[in-house]
């Protein structure tokens, strides 16, 4: 599975300031609205869930929540990455800037953890988030996930 086919550019967004964890997940809710038609309320429930589950926050900075709504059609994604860092609960303890959240149909297993998997091994790398952190423009952070993640399925 390749980022390309469940993250579009108007799905990211770069320098969002926010304070908490719980508001981070609100405003990843409003944007799931926006980029996908989705009931915010309804993402921001189904993620909130997700987490008192278990923290989804991995280390080094990076989180990647995610969820199964009903109302999703197909694995997708937004990116968002933060102006200052936020407490996420994260196995490390460290703070999160880096936040990739997959939106998935209920009955999507496998897809779903395809979808997770390739996030995962994306952020675990080191340079690609030191990039990532590096800018706020929405097309460079779009090409990097893209062209990073292309190249290391290659």
């Not at 469940?6 to 926006?34: P, T, Y």
């Amino acid at each position: 599975m390749d980022l390309k086919d469940i993250l579009s550019l108007e799905a990211i967004r770069a320098g969002v300031k926010v304070q908490s964890k719980k508001r981070l997940l609100q405003d990843i809710a409003e944007h799931a609205a926006a980029c996908y038609g989705l009931d915010p309320d309804a993402v921001c429930a189904a993620l909130t869930e997700r987490e008192n589950l278990g923290p989804t926050g991995v280390g080094h900075g990076v989180a990647i929540p995610h969820a199964r709504l009903g109302e999703v059609q197909q694995v997708c994604g937004l990116f968002t990455s933060l102006d200052v860092p936020v407490d996420f609960t994260a196995v490390d303890r460290k703070p999160v800037d880096l936040v990739f959240t997959l939106l998935a149909p209920k009955g999507a297993g496998a897809e779903h953890l395809k979808a997770l998997a390739r996030v995962s091994r994306t952020l675990r790398n080191p340079s690609i988030c030191e990039k990532l952190r590096s800018t706020s423009d929405t097309n460079a952070v779009y090409a990097v996930l893209i062209d990073e993640a292309a190249a290391k399925a290659a």
